[in-house]
């Protein structure tokens, strides 16, 4: 978030964003998707995790032009609004948004949420992103075989989403958004799909959620759109460990909640019934992130709220888990069967 806002130029003064409501079809549509489900959007999933996506097809939400969609650009307290009119307050600049599906432009991309799949404590999403010009394209093509570095020292294309519903007075910033990630998972000349997460962050229904985009300095917002109906299957595990006191697990997301801990790392090993055992991103594997698809970590967030000594971890699954076939977790060396 520093960096993101370092990235921002200097304003004196912005008049405060207009919200703006794009319907797209006369009637509201469900946010859970059944028979009436696009198969293209769901078709993502599939190819990200396999057979395993099942487990969460009813949950994983689609947007295109037949869908009604509550877009809006994002909204400012009065107080906001005054901060940003005296020049104390910098806001990036607004995509445009288009009239049809939940959809944003800016001068080099469109770019089209295809569909999105959210827990309590974590979002997965599908953007498609095309290139107007021949620079954007080039962009595209170059963003898969480039490492975290380069994608920093050249300012490359970054897409996030996070809560922007407010915080109230006991969370801070970072507590409630988690961290943002992207990464691509197919380019096709001057059209690409990625994926855009929030590992780690609290989310409800009625939430909004604001994606944003950075590409070579400039920052912009896209759109915000309620958080759809979260998955709801979880399991709760007490742990007997002098720090961590619950281990939260979802078929997307593993979650450990407890106080400042001083130890160096925290490791988590999953076990399944039918013998299959890894390791969550860590210290010990080096934080050795897995692909979609491969039983392991595809990102890890760690945030504390400092003030009441409350601590979270969050690791988000490259492999959808079935909790049913699910036989102990272990973390931090102890063991914990999860069925007999």
């Known amino acids: 978030m520093n960096k993101t806002m ?17 319907l797209i079809a006369a009637a509201v549509a469900a946010l859970l998707c059944g028979s009436a489900f696009a198969a293209h959007s769901f078709g993502w999933f599939d190819r990200l995790f396999g057979e395993k996506a099942a487990l969460v097809e009813e949950h994983v939400t689609s947007y295109d032009e037949n869908t009604t969609t ?8 009065e107080e906001e609004q005054a901060m940003i009119a005296e020049g104390t307050m910098q806001v990036p600049d607004t995509a445009a948004l288009s009239d049809t599906g939940v959809s944003a432009t800016t001068e080099n991309f469109v770019f089209t949420l295809e569909s999105m799949l959210a827990s309590k404590d974590s979002v997965l999403a599908v953007m498609r992103i095309d290139a107007r010009n021949e620079e954007a394209a080039a962009q595209l093509a170059a963003l898969p075989e480039a490492d975290g570095y380069q994608k920093e020292l050249e300012r490359m294309l970054r897409i996030g989403v ?14 409630k958004n988690g961290s943002m990630g992207m990464d691509m998972i197919r380019v096709d000349g001057s059209t690409a799909y990625a994926v855009v997460t929030n590992n780690g ?3 409800e229904p009625g939430d909004r959620l604001l994606f944003d985009a950075s590409y070579h300095g400039q920052n912009a917002d896209l759109f915000e759109i309620p958080v759809p109906e979260q998955m709801e299957q979880e399991l709760v595990i007490e742990l007997d460990d002098p720090y961590w006191k619950t281990a939260t697990i979802t078929p997307i997301s593993f979650r450990l909640d407890g106080t400042s801990s001083p130890q160096s790392s925290d490791s988590v090993t999953i076990t399944l019934k039918d013998g299959t055992s ?7 594997n080096g934080y050795a992130y897995s692909d979609y698809g491969t039983y392991g970590s595809m990102s890890h967030s760690g945030t504390g709220a400092y003030e009441s000594d409350h601590c979270k971890e969050n690791w988000l699954f490259s492999q959808l888990i079935d909790l049913d076939e699910l036989a102990s977790i272990t973390v931090c060396g102890v063991t914990y069967p999860v069925s007999p």
Do not use: M
């Open 6 to 22: 370092g990235k921002i130029r200097e304003t004196k003064q912005k008049p405060a964003r207009p919200v703006r409501t794009v």
């Open 70 to 77: 509550d877009i809006t650009q994002p909204a400012y307290t």
């Open 162 to 175: 996070r809560n922007n519903t407010g915080f109230g007075t006991d969370h801070r910033l970072e507590w």
């Open 201 to 203: 962050g609290e989310f």
């Open 278 to 284: 890894f390791d969550l991103a860590s210290v010990e």
